[in-house]
């Protein structure tokens, strides 16, 4: 059943299963995102050291920002990989797949967390 879009979205049917390998071009753009950031961070914080030779509370702040990016990207990077399990035809996935699935739909409640803590 196809719901029309609107207030009632929670009833669409599921998406059709992806693999990894269809996943490959986001994967990549996330990852493009996620290395312009640290730069962007990086440029802040040598731009800040070489203007006045230390760092502010705010530059060091920002280098510690770093570290949940870099978790929350491990954590898409793996729900890219493994999938969710909202997908259609899970009958006929292997107990291997519906395992991975399983973990990829884990991996994006810490994938909110950490972006969450961003």
């Not at 599921?14 to 440029?43: E, F, K």
Request: glycine content about 6%; hydrophobic content about 45%.
């Amino acid at each position: 059943m196809s719901v029309p879009p609107g207030l009632f979205a929670a009833y669409y049917d599921a998406p059709d299963r992806r693999t990894a390998h269809d996943d490959r071009p986001t994967l990549l753009v996330t990852w493009w995102c996620t290395v312009c950031c640290i730069v962007l961070i990086g440029m802040r914080l040598l731009g800040r050291y070489v203007r006045v030779a230390k760092l502010f509370r705010d530059d060091k702040l920002m280098a510690l920002s770093i570290l949940p990016l870099l978790v929350h990207q491990a954590f898409v990077h793996m729900v890219l990989l493994y999938g969710t399990n909202n997908t259609a035809g899970t009958e006929a996935m292997s107990e291997e797949e519906l395992r991975r699935r399983k973990i990829g739909s884990g991996m994006v409640l810490g994938a909110r967390v950490m972006y969450a803590a961003l």
